[in-house]
């Protein structure tokens, strides 16, 4: 191979990894591998019950999400909520995994205490192609917005 291509080869080689390191900046991950919880804001309470409930629920869910088992290939985060309205603790874990041809975002939401998933999101990008689908519980959708609003209740109250 003529210098000119391997000079062009190194600049490609270059480019993925920069954009690889931008798409993990834009999630607050950075390789290597991180598993972190984002802390999400908790509706103040002066309630002991309630308070007591928000540091179960972020104690199970740091348990249940390092359970997992995610790949060394995967980055990892995970948001937990306590709702007062339902009395139950949920978690939100997201994954991404990155390739030469794009990247796959999953997204699992679970009730902590049941183990069961009620519903997940996924956005794959593949060769310049992105398509996204996301199913909880009895409803379907096919894009991010959606998937935001189904799961508020869960996730917020």
Known sequence: MN???????????????LACLSVAYCFGIFLPRTHTQINRPQAKSTDKADLEAQEKCSKLAKEFFDEQGFTPNQMATYTCHYSKKENKFFILMRTMTISNNGHIIMEF??????????????????????????????????T????????????ED
């Open 3 to 17: 210098p000119k291509g391997l000079c062009v080869k190194k600049l490609m080689s270059v480019a993925v990894i």
């Open 109 to 142: 939401l679970c009730d902590i205490l049941t183990r069961k998933e009620l519903g997940n999101f996924t956005d794959q990008l593949l060769n310049n192609k992105t398509s996204y689908f996301w199913t909880l519980q009895d409803k379907t959708g096919d």
């Open 144 to 155: 991010e917005v959606g998937w935001k609003e189904a799961i508020k209740p869960y996730m």
